[in-house]
């Protein structure tokens, strides 16, 4: 992981979506399935390919209602110039509850492939961990840092409190 930045202006994102809960779970391609690592958790699609599609076979991504909806558009703009990047792909909120964990995985396919990680904390407590490596790190509401996909890695909640990222795949092409 590596940390790139603080005090992203998430609160306005964090109220909206408070306001529109109906948006979470419309799409559950990653936390249906029991032996998913996502599974018991909850997504919320700003972009991605089409619904219907294979979301691991190439595609183009395009963004979803939901993008307008909570206002992430200039937001996740701004983190691929940060990145350097020339095509924004997959972004996406997910929520994981008090009490549970992202179990630990490697994303795999064409789009965890093609994509570097960047990840928005939305909301967090003291005590939730991303988890990699031996070695683990706590976001605070703001910050701004990305992953590696293709290492293990697994997110800890044993708090109280829901924890809510944003993620936001960028690729550079040259």
């Known amino acids: 992981v590596r940390h790139l930045s603080r005090g992203l202006p998430v609160e306005p994102i964090y109220w909206a979506i408070q306001q529109h809960?109906?948006?979470?779970?419309?799409?559950?391609y990653r936390t249906q399935h029991p032996t998913s690592p996502h599974h018991g958790l909850d997504d919320i699609w700003l972009r991605y390919g089409d619904p219907g599609q294979d979301p691991k076979a190439?595609?183009?991504?395009?963004?979803?209602p939901a993008a307008d909806v909570l206002g992430v558009k200039d937001l996740c703009l701004d983190i691929m110039r940060r990145a350097g990047g020339s095509v924004l792909g997959g972004v996406l909120i997910t929520r994981i509850p008090p009490g549970a964990m992202c179990k630990p995985h490697i994303d795999r396919g064409w789009h965890a492939d093609a994509h570097d990680k960047y990840a928005v904390q939305i909301t967090s407590a003291p005590g939730q961990l991303f988890h990699f490596h031996g070695e683990m790190?706590?976001?605070?509401?703001?910050?701004?840092?990305?992953?590696q996909n293709e290492w293990e890695h697994w997110v800890t909640n044993p708090t109280d409190y829901e924890r809510i990222t944003m993620i936001v795949c960028v690729r550079k092409e040259h």
Do not use: R
């Open 137 to 147: 790190f706590e976001a605070m509401p703001g910050d701004l840092y990305s992953f």
């Open 21 to 28: 809960p109906e948006l979470w779970n419309q799409h559950t």
């Open 58 to 64: 190439p595609h183009e991504s395009h963004w979803h």
